[in-house]
């Protein structure tokens, strides 16, 4: 499984939301999107559940949370 | 794929009418500590003072807290408020009724106000954090702003018990220990849910929307606890006289406040907005008040001159409640409104206003010079309470301003529903 990364720490909303929004669009199926911020994102989950992604998080020491996101089946 | 989803966010005028009262309060405020300067600056005891301190925690702190939490949790934590519309209702009304009756109580209306005031807001308050107690309960975020905001709830509901005991006592019902209680009352409501809350919120929206770096997780998840710690020690050791036990708890206590105040300044030194966004300086306003007030406070702990304890008592108050914490929402409000209008116009379709076009920068800057203005003045109030009465006039002012800023957000936002309104219609449920 290949990925892609949208580092959205350090822009302002919504640009973080529009870029992922934006990848995940382009994503080709079986690939994975890494979406990186200082927060988590829980309206982009509500979006992401909805539209049947399936998505994790992890959240690092320096306050990065780090989601990764596929197509579910 | 790009409409936002916002099932799980209140409508918006669920936190509006807290946010739009809030600046009626604060100018009031302004204008009694106007009036009665004489008897603030005098001492921390006076009724006056008490209904003073009392317009500024509930009318103005508590009442904007409590908005947006409700919008905050869905956004913040992933967990939306059960029934957040009547909550909204209800607790407004009775947040604002309580705090009317507190507040002539204190100024001479007689005993049993006080017994009215404590019912009103007890029976408010447990309502509000029954609810948001559930939605921070269920809720599933993995960051440190959900266990600030678990301590900050715990703290505003030992707040709460402290108080209604205290109105007992002072309606003359129950005979209970008046001045260690208002220790007790005043610790946990500031520095347990008003810290707190602020920590928890300032984790999300400092990166967010001032673009600095993001806490780092152990500071982040250590202050809270530091906080509850400090307060659990300082709270026993008081009323029981474990002196030493009072005394790690008052160190826990100024360390952590002053570790959030640093660490937050830190984080905005690196931001990539640096110096051009004004709710940044509203925010180094706040924090920088934050550590006055540790400052005299420390030190009237430490054990002051006799001469020097109302003086200090009066200064810890003015750098707290009218320079701190104001400071701090303004600067949230100034960014947490923009925001939601942004996102409420968004799920209507292309078109809505971006966030810097909803107040502006001019607003908020003048609020914040005036408001700064009025702490030089508050403070140089302890010299004389003709500086205190004009200190007071220009907080009033910069409330006033506070709230003709929140009102041209809510133009922007009215004309551009009404422009998409042509385009598309209402969705179901729309504020």
């Given at each position: 499984?290949?990925?892609?990364?949208v580092d959205g720490r350090g822009l302002m909303p919504p640009e973080p939301m529009r870029r992922?929004?934006?990848?995940?669009?382009?994503?080709?199926?079986?690939?994975?999107?890494?979406l990186l911020l200082y927060r988590e994102p829980?309206?982009?989950?509500?979006?992401?559940?909805?539209?049947?992604?399936?998505?994790?998080?992890?959240?690092e020491r320096d306050g990065t949370y780090?989601?990764?996101?596929?197509?579910?089946? | 794929?790009?409409?936002?989803?916002?099932?799980?966010?209140?409508?918006?005028?669920?936190?509006?009418?807290?946010?739009?009262?809030?600046?009626?309060?604060?100018?009031?405020?302004?204008?009694?500590?106007?009036?009665?300067?004489?008897?603030?600056?005098?001492?921390?005891?006076?009724?006056?003072?008490?209904?003073?301190?009392?317009?500024?925690?509930?009318?103005?702190?508590?009442?904007?807290?409590?908005?947006a939490?409700?919008?905050l949790?869905?956004v913040a934590?992933?967990?939306?408020?059960?029934?957040?519309?009547?909550?909204?209702?209800?607790?407004?009304?009775?947040?604002?009724?309580?705090?009317?009756?507190?507040?002539?109580?204190?100024?001479?209306?007689?005993?049993?106000?006080?017994?009215?005031?404590?019912?009103?807001?007890?029976?408010?308050?447990?309502?509000?954090?029954?609810?948001?107690?559930?939605?921070?309960?269920?809720?599933?975020?993995?960051g440190p702003t959900?266990?600030a905001?678990?301590?900050?709830?715990?703290?505003?509901?030992?707040?709460?018990?402290?108080?209604?005991?205290?109105?007992?006592?002072?309606?003359?019902?129950?005979?209970?220990?008046?001045?260690?209680?208002?220790?007790?009352?005043?610790?946990?409501?500031?520095?347990?849910?008003?810290l707190?809350?602020v920590a928890g919120v300032a984790y999300v929206v400092v990166p967010m929307f001032q673009l600095t770096p993001a806490y780092p997780v152990p500071v982040a998840?250590?202050l809270?606890?530091?906080?509850?710690?400090?307060?659990?020690?300082?709270?026993?050791?008081?009323?029981?006289?474990?002196?030493?036990?009072?005394?790690?708890?008052?160190?826990?206590?100024?360390?952590?406040t002053v570790a959030f105040a640093a660490q937050t300044l830190l984080l905005q030194a690196s931001s990539k907005r640096r110096g051009r966004d004004t709710t940044a300086w509203c925010w180094r306003l706040g924090l920088c008040c934050l550590l006055l007030a540790v400052?005299?406070?420390?030190?009237?702990?430490?054990?002051?001159?006799?001469?020097?304890?109302?003086?200090?008592?009066?200064?810890?108050?003015?750098f707290?409640?009218?320079g701190a914490f104001p400071a701090l929402i303004s600067g949230m409000l100034y960014k947490i409104v923009p925001f939601l209008v942004w996102?409420?116009?968004?799920?209507?379709?292309?078109?809505?206003p971006l966030m810097h076009q909803v107040i502006g920068e001019p607003g908020p800057r003048a609020e914040v010079v005036t408001h700064a203005a009025a702490v030089v003045?508050?403070?140089?109030?302890?010299?004389?309470?003709?500086?205190?009465?004009?200190?007071?006039?220009?907080?009033?002012?910069s409330?006033?301003v506070l709230?003709?800023n929140?009102?041209v957000a809510?133009?922007?936002?009215?004309?551009?529903?009404?422009?998409?309104?042509?385009?598309?219609?209402?969705?179901?449920?729309?504020?």
């Open positions: 499984m290949t990925g892609r990364v992922a929004l934006a990848a995940l669009t382009a994503l080709p199926p079986g690939e994975e999107l890494t829980f309206p982009l989950y509500a979006v992401l559940d909805r539209d049947g992604y399936v998505h994790a998080t992890e959240l780090r989601i990764r996101i596929r197509l579910g089946r | 794929m790009t409409a936002l989803a916002l099932d799980e966010s209140p409508p918006l005028h669920a936190p509006l009418r807290f946010f739009a009262t809030a600046p009626v309060w604060g100018a009031g405020a302004g204008l009694l500590m106007t009036l009665r300067a004489e008897l603030v600056t005098a001492s921390r005891w006076s009724p006056e003072t008490f209904a003073l301190v009392h317009v500024l925690a509930l009318g103005f702190m508590l009442q904007v807290m409590a908005g939490l409700l919008q949790l869905p934590v992933g967990s939306a408020v059960p029934r957040v519309r009547l909550l909204a209702l209800v607790s407004h009304a009775g947040l604002n009724a309580g705090t009317l009756l507190l507040v002539a109580a204190f100024l001479g209306a007689g005993p049993t106000w006080f017994a009215a005031a404590g019912a009103v807001l007890l029976a408010t308050l447990a309502a509000y954090l029954g609810a948001v107690g559930l939605s921070l309960a269920r809720a599933r975020a993995i959900l266990p905001l678990r301590i900050a709830a715990v703290a505003l509901g030992a707040t709460v018990a402290l108080g209604f005991t205290l109105a007992l006592g002072l309606g003359q019902i129950w005979s209970v220990p008046i001045v260690e209680l208002v220790h007790l009352h005043a610790a946990w409501g500031l520095l347990g849910f008003a707190c809350l998840r250590a809270p606890l530091a906080l509850l710690a400090g307060l659990g020690l300082w709270s026993a050791g008081v009323p029981l006289g474990f002196r030493p036990v009072a005394a790690v708890g008052a160190a826990v206590l100024a360390t952590a400052a005299s406070a420390s030190w009237l702990y430490l054990g002051c001159p006799p001469a020097l304890r109302a003086p200090l008592e009066y200064l810890t108050g003015v707290s409640l009218a996102l409420h116009l968004s799920r209507r379709g292309p078109g809505a003045l508050l403070a140089a109030g302890v010299a004389s309470p003709l500086l205190a009465a004009s200190g007071g006039a220009l907080f009033a002012a409330k006033v709230g003709l929140l009102a809510m133009s922007v936002y009215r004309d551009a529903r009404a422009g998409m309104r042509e385009v598309r219609p209402d969705p179901p449920g729309s504020p």
